[in-house]
């Protein structure tokens, strides 16, 4: 009998770390990075997948190596994904963007004269620009306008009722429309009238353009875990609940609680019962007190492990459909608003692989000018519409983009129904009939897949840069506690950066970084190895696009 419990404290024991990290993706990976360059490898990551990487992750047709997730490093100057590919050789600090020809057609095949495809662009862009003032010059929006869609529409509206002639109005209109198409799949939505108007500013957007990584963007992975023991990864390990305060209310605990007893206090004073707030400190006691200190993790498998420091990386969309139960007790109140409230929505790729080229080697993409202006149809005859160009990733490479409800229901079908139809689309819009089909399609199921529910965050109606700070908030057990128990991590908790990987990864830096404060000094503090006064040399460098 005393040999069992022996063994068993020892099984506990292997189970207990300073620092348990929830996802190994890129913010998971950052957290655990910095943690090991500062000295401190008490920790353990589990990820609910069999893989790394989370949103990274890529994959075989064919003839190609495709990105199902994220696709480019978004921004140079200040991005810590370009200093670290860079520093490590993955992208050439001279980059020579590709020239792009774009052209647009509609459905019965007839391009678009480029002159006035160029118009509308330039206008659309400076529509856009406007609504990002609302937020970065504290503009009030005009009344009864409130999302991005409304106001775009409204200045697109205005801008064309200036053309005498209906056939060049309605062109400029089918143009407007499919940019705005573009723009839920670059914003992640279902359509921008979802999109906060005084909210577009908050996302900053790096210098540089957008940089593909020619080995990959997986290859990142492999420079993110190259210090990290294996044995530190548990893999296929979903977790199901997390016991984070033993002590008391959740709902007192917030960013406040570390230097002093107001917010624990705040909402306890407001009960006039002196009696209720003696029975939640006896129900309090009668609580367990085995492991009390720790944050205890418990998986699917039945395992449990234990932390000081719970780092958690769960996606948004996770959160959305589990924070309810996945948090004992639930996350405060203001949290669970913020998680309802930010938007969460598929964005898909469909990929299109061909045994030979077939278009003209000038073209890299054709935008889809679809007339939307008909009926109302169903879902399933009007899905493939919500698409808004196909770009020529290689000779005989496509790839396609849908979001929203269009991108639920595309993932509701087969690949082989989805090339039929992008092939259908190709002939239509380029009036050839010999449109060869596809070898291989592909398609991405963002929505479908139980460990993400989506793609990236945006700000919906309502919503505001301060949900996702909200988010970022970390949680004390109680206000004596220098330290918390519980940091969030990921794209949805930095609010300037949301939606990109550099905002995962700097988000689970700086949970890290809580962690080990003030026990590390700021000379130890390695933000991207290898990269050392890369940034300053950078800035030097004049950077065009």
């Known amino acids: 009998m005393g040999d069992e419990e022996l063994n068993s404290s020892k099984t506990c024991d292997k189970k207990k770390h300073n620092v348990v990290i929830i996802g190994a993706g890129m913010a998971g990976l950052a957290a655990a990075n910095y943690l090991i360059n500062n000295g401190m490898e008490d920790f353990i ?32 100057l200040g991005n810590p994904i370009y200093e670290l590919a860079t520093a490590n050789g993955l992208v050439n600090i001279i980059n020579v963007p590709k020239p792009h020809k774009v052209i647009a057609a509609t459905e019965d095949g007839k391009q678009a004269p480029f002159n006035v495809l160029q118009e509308i662009h330039e206008a659309y862009v400076c529509f856009l620009r406007r609504c990002e003032e609302y937020f970065l010059c504290q503009y009030l929006p005009p009344p009864d306008i409130n999302s991005v869609g409304e106001h775009i529409n409204l200045e697109a509206t205005i801008y064309l009722e200036r053309l005498p002639s209906s ?3 309605k062109l400029r209109r089918l143009i407007f429309d499919c940019l705005l198409r573009r723009e839920t799949c670059i914003s992640g939505c279902n359509s921008m009238d979802e999109i906060d108007l005084s909210e577009l500013g908050s996302y900053t957007e790096l210098q540089g353009g957008n940089i593909l990584i020619p080995s990959g963007y997986s ?8 210090n990290i023991p294996s044995e530190k990864i548990i893999s296929k390990c979903p977790v199901k609940k997390i016991n984070w305060n033993s002590n008391g209310n959740s709902d007192d605990l917030g960013e406040e609680s570390e230097d002093s007893d107001q917010t624990v206090i705040e909402d306890v004073s407001k009960a006039s019962n002196n009696d209720k707030i003696t029975k939640l400190q006896v129900n309090v006691e009668e609580k367990p007190k085995k492991r009390s200190n720790y944050v205890e993790v418990q998986c699917d498998n039945g395992e449990s492990y234990y932390a000081n420091h719970v780092i958690c990386t769960i996606p948004l969309g996770v959160l959305k459909d589990h924070a309810a139960t996945l948090f004992d007790p639930q996350l405060p109140q203001y949290k669970r608003e913020s998680i309802e409230r930010l938007l969460f929505t598929p964005v898909d790729k469909i990929y299109l692989e061909y045994d030979r080229p077939f278009l003209n080697p000038d073209i890299t993409e054709i935008m889809l000018l679809w007339d939307n202006s008909g009926s109302q149809e169903s879902m399933a005859d009007s899905w493939y519409k919500k698409m808004y160009s196909f770009t020529k990733v290689s000779e005989t490479l ?3 983009w849908v979001s929203g409800k269009e991108a639920e229901y595309m ?15 190709l002939r239509k819009f380029l009036n050839d009939p010999f449109v060869p089909e596809p070898i291989l399609c592909v398609c991405t199921s963002w929505n479908k897949q139980p460990y993400t529910r989506g793609a990236y965050t945006a700000i919906a109606v309502g919503a505001s840069q301060s949900d996702i700070e909200s988010l970022a908030q970390p949680l004390f057990r109680n206000a004596r506690d220098k330290k918390p128990v519980l940091l969030f991590a990921g794209e949805h908790t930095h609010s300037s950066f949301y939606s990109t990987v550099h905002g995962a990864f700097l988000s689970g830096q700086t949970a890290a970084k809580r962690v080990l404060s003030p026990d590390v000094s ?11 006064d890369l940034q300053a040399w950078i800035q030097g460098i004049q950077i065009n696009g």
């Open 219 to 226: 290859s990142l992975l492999q420079l993110m875990t190259k």
């Open 45 to 76: 990551i589990i990820e609910a997948r069999k893989r790394i990487g989370g949103r990274i992750i890529s994959i075989p047709m064919k003839n190609h190596r495709v990105e199902l997730g994220a696709n480019w490093i978004h921004g140079v």
């Open 398 to 400: 496509l790839l396609g």
């Open 411 to 425: 993932e509701t079908l087969s690949m082989e129904e989805v090339g039929i139809t992008c092939t259908k689309i």
């Open 522 to 532: 700021g000379e130890n503090q390695l933000e991207c190895p290898g990269s050392a």
């Open 167 to 169: 056939e060049e109005k």
